[in-house]
């Protein structure tokens, strides 16, 4: 069951070895809610950098959430994505 206080993907210490399989355990808890993930098509190493460096997921909308210091890299990686997915 989810916990409601922990509302967020966030980076954990411990590094990546420890981070990854709670982030995935989440992800699986969020879809199995029958909500889809933003990041859901992302490259892994992408999500994993993106939750290392302090972005989150909003647990109840499965919506990216860049905070002030990866908003200006989420801009990026979105039109880099659009691109991708266009086939540019």
């Known amino acids: 069951m989810l916990n409601k206080s922990n509302t967020t993907i966030t980076w954990v210490s411990g590094g990546y070895r420890t ?3 709670k982030w995935k355990k989440l992800e699986q808890e969020i879809l199995g809610r029958g ?3 933003e990041s859901m098509h992302w490259p892994e190493r992408a999500k994993y950098w ?3 460096h302090g ?3 909003d647990l109840e909308t ?3 959430v860049y905070g002030e210091k990866l908003e200006r890299v989420g ?3 979105a039109y880099a994505r659009g691109l991708v997915e266009s086939g540019t």
């Open 75 to 77: 801009q990026r990686m």
């Open 50 to 52: 993106f939750f290392g």
């Open 19 to 21: 981070a990854i399989p």
């Open 35 to 37: 909500i889809e993930l």
């Open 62 to 64: 499965g919506k990216i």
């Open 55 to 57: 972005g989150t997921i």
